[in-house]
Structures are given as C-alpha cells and as structure tokens.
C-alpha cells in the first residue's frame, strides 16, 4: 500500500507558494480529454507564474494513443508501465520520483493506487492533493472537494492556498 510505503520515507516538509523560479510537476489523467485540456490550462497558468513545470499523464492503455508525444512541459505513462502490483515503473517514472520538484499535485479525484505510489515515493519538498483519509499521511496540504465538485474546483483551490502560503508565518 502506498500509504505505508511513504510513512517510512524520511523527509523535511518545506511549504512552497507558487512563486518564481519555482518547480512544480502535476500527476493527471491523460486518457480524459476534459481533464488533460484543464491540466494543460493550468500548466500555462504556472508558466506565466515563471514556475517551470512538468505534468506526467496516465493513459489507460497498453500503449501510448496515436499522435501523442512527449514534450516540454508534459510526458507520460500507461498501461504498461504498471506491475502486477500496480506500481509505476520505468524511466518516466523514475525521473518523475528522482527530481526534487518545490512542489507535487495530485489531480486524482478519485483513489488512484499508481499516483499514491508515486506521491508516496517522490522527492518532492510539498505534496498537494484531494482529502484522501487513506492516503492523508502521503500529502503536507490537502484539499477538500465536496461530493459533486470537479477538477476545476480543485485546482482552483490548490492555486487560492498556494498563492497565500508565506513560508515565514509558518
């Protein structure tokens, strides 16, 4: 489980806004084309903060889809990247787990095991994403989404508590 692969991890929680010069990488589903269009909106948002930032899709295939490739700002994992446990594996998703990002997100709006592992396993300085009670123990600020609310409700507030975090009054 992801939760107790993480609990043993060893690691200084450093509250990060969204500020310049800052990194921030963006777990998403990438096989939802609603989902993958808010994401790549939000990446140009953070670029326009001057934060550079890396968005690693899931797609729920076997294979990559047609006509996609990665680029800049985005790269990908599927299917076949899982193990019989589900856990990530493969040079994307190590890279992804090895980088000291500033800051980590979770889009997942429902309990998604192979971003729980990556969380759990990432060297990122702050972790952000949905209440989850199982998984509470993987992030250092956690939104809570009410029943029938979106992605976009979700984002928008990780961007509202973000922006107001000063490291110095905590």
Partial sequence: MASKAGASQEREVVPVSFSPGKTCAILYRAYDEEESELIRKFVKYLRDYKLTVLALGYYDTP?????????????????????????????????????????????????????????SHSNAKFRVGRQELEYSNLFDMMIKVEEGKDLKYLLRHIDHYLNIINKETI
Avoid at 72 to 86: H, Q
Wanted: no cysteine; hydrophobic share 40%; glycine share 6%.
């Fill in 63 to 119: 294979k990559m889809p047609e006509g996609v490739n990665p680029k800049l700002e985005f790269d990908y994992f599927t299917k076949k990247d899982l193990n019989l446990l589900m856990q990530p594996g493969g040079k994307t998703v190590a890279n992804f787990i090895e980088e000291p990002y500033d800051i980590l997100i979770d889009t997942s709006m429902e309990p998604f095991f192979p971003f729980k592992y990556i969380v």
